[in-house]
């Protein structure tokens, strides 16, 4: 049995262990691929990656460890691919979650906007009927101006007539 000091590894760590691999690839369906690329940055990679966990490297570093390593290696790694897999539901979560967020927000902006739009009709219909009712007024008040003109016309007229009746002309 492995003591509880085994059990304090970090796959972080590369043994200088030097595989004798002829070749340093596995086979997917574009053909093989090397084992040094990234299964974060190659879709190829990450898939055929994903299918067996490890990479033939990881088989012969494996291979070259304890029974007792090798099993807590192969958990370590199990557990930092869920680990991992956790970590990208919760972003993705998250960012869903963010996007669920801005729909609830656009939706709320969609009816003010429209709330506004329809206050602005409703303004534009009392400054339409505020503006016709100014202009009949303004109508009215010219009428009424050029009346008023005209009787003080007249009265000037009058005046001007009875001026000369009351004093007779010497």
């Avoid at 970090?10 to 086979?27: G, H, M, T």
């Avoid at 033939?56 to 958990?75: F, Q």
């Amino acid at each position: 049995m492995a003591s509880s000091s085994q059990n304090n590894f970090d796959l972080n760590v590369v043994p200088n262990v030097q595989p004798e691999l002829q070749c340093s690839s596995f086979l997917s369906q574009k053909g093989h691929l090397m084992t040094n690329g990234s299964v974060m940055l190659d879709d190829d990679i990450a898939a055929s990656v994903a299918k067996g966990i490890i990479t033939p490297l990881d088989e012969k570093l494996l291979a070259n460890r304890t029974d007792d390593e090798a099993i807590n290696e192969s958990m370590a790694l199990s557990i930092q691919c869920a680990s991992s897999i956790s970590n990208m539901a919760r972003r993705l979560q998250v960012r869903g979650n963010e996007v669920q967020e801005l729909r609830t927000q656009v939706l709320i902006l969609q009816r003010r906007n429209r709330g506004l739009q329809q206050e602005n009709k409703e303004l534009k219909k009392l400054v339409d009927s505020y503006a016709n009712d100014m202009r009949k007024r303004c109508s009215e008040l010219e009428m009424n101006t050029n009346r008023l003109r005209e009787q003080h016309e007249s009265l000037l007229l009058e005046v001007q007539k009875n001026l000369k009746i009351s004093r007779p002309e010497a």
